[in-house]
């Protein structure tokens, strides 16, 4: 069974727990991780460059000149993509589309990969809990480097602790997201994944009875 430290807001250990196999303790899949992180990576992706082809163009649809007889290449209108103002051939366009399919069942199998690999790795930090007395970032902050984490980090909050989500958000090389709403693409982004024993409680039984 894997295990993990866990700490108080002070940064001391209080003890080891064991984690669900389930869920911690997957062995690794790069391909699968790497096909949900790419597809979550694409789908989010906008298409924002945009040329406009001879269609778009604004300029008369009329024949500058006739076909023969001026001594002149033959053209056919002043938006050709040859002349300098005229539409643009094979440049990038808004309606792009960078979608990627991943069905859930693969999705929920990567991000069990990805919290096995911090597992594995020690860079999942445990918070006995989450809980500030003061109501200021600042204290949050000290909770932070009270754990003496190197590298950026991201905080899961569960629904019981959403009222402190608010105090961690202008942390330096710190984000924050619900812990239902984790993803491959946010854990695998950063070095550092906090959770407190309610989110790894959370996690245990909603993704427990998902075989490895």
């Known amino acids: ?28 899949n790069d391909e699968l991780l790497h ?21 778009e163009r604004s300029g008369s649809g009329k024949k500058p000149w006739k076909q023969k007889g001026t001594g002149n290449a033959r053209v056919g209108s002043v938006r050709t993509p040859v002349w300098r103002g005229g539409g ?34 020690e860079d999942i930090k445990i918070l006995d809990k989450i809980e500030i007395s003061e109501k200021k970032t600042k204290e949050f902050a000290n909770i932070i480097e009270n754990l003496k984490i190197k590298g950026n980090s991201i905080i899961g909050f569960s629904e019981k602790e959403k009222d402190f989500k608010l105090y961690s958000r202008n942390l330096k090389k710190v984000n924050n997201i619900f812990t239902s709403n984790l993803n491959v693409f946010d854990i695998m982004n950063h070095k550092n994944l906090i959770l407190s024993r309610e989110s790894i409680k959370y996690l245990e039984e909603k993704y427990s009875k998902v075989k490895s």
């Open 1 to 28: 069974m894997p295990k993990a430290a866990v700490y108080n807001s002070e940064g001391k250990k209080i003890e080891d727990i064991e984690l669900s196999l389930d869920v911690f303790g997957l062995k690794k």
């Open 88 to 121: 643009v051939v094979f440049g990038p366009t808004k309606d792009r589309n960078f979608k990627k399919d991943i069905n859930k069942k693969m999705m929920r199998k990567a991000i069990l990969l990805a919290l096995s690999a911090k597992a594995k790795s």
């Open 35 to 55: 096909q949900a992180y790419v597809a979550i990576q694409s789908n989010q992706r906008q298409a924002i460059a945009h040329t406009k082809d001879r269609g």
